[in-house]
């Protein structure tokens, strides 16, 4: 599967921003579609996950962004998205989406097969 990230720009802190994660080919069903993210010097971290199981549909939050960012999506229309509310400076990265078709849950980038190219979100103070 393909993807493609957007929405991603720059935001003052406590401001909202959403970002979409469009995925050419197949559904996403049995898919689990997760966004990380990376700032300059780090590695890539774990954001959120979403996956769906028949018509049951699981979530999973780093602990650094629950409470602030809700992920989303539609797997027959293949898109995921990413709300972030109250942005603070350190949400500061290139966030990516990624996919794999084993709908494992899962926080490692390296369990995820297909990936986007990120999309930059700057949060100012």
């Known amino acids: 599967v393909q993807l493609q990230a957007s929405g991603g720009g720059l935001v003052q802190a406590g401001g909202p921003l959403r970002l979409s994660c469009a995925a050419s080919g197949r559904t996403f069903n049995s898919y689990v579609v997760g966004w990380f993210r990376q700032a300059p010097g780090s590695e890539r971290e774990f954001v959120a996950t979403i996956r769906w199981s028949g018509l049951i549909m699981y979530v999973d939050y780093s602990d650094s962004v629950k409470g602030r960012f809700t992920i989303s999506g539609d797997s027959a229309k293949r898109t995921v998205y990413l709300q972030m509310n109250s942005l603070k400076s350190e949400d500061t990265a290139v966030y990516y989406c990624?996919?794999?078709?084993?709908?494992?849950?899962?926080?490692?980038?390296?369990?995820?097969?297909?990936w986007g190219k990120g999309t930059q979100v700057t949060v100012s103070s």
């Open positions: 990624a996919a794999d078709s084993r709908g494992r849950r899962t926080r490692a980038p390296s369990d995820f097969a297909s």
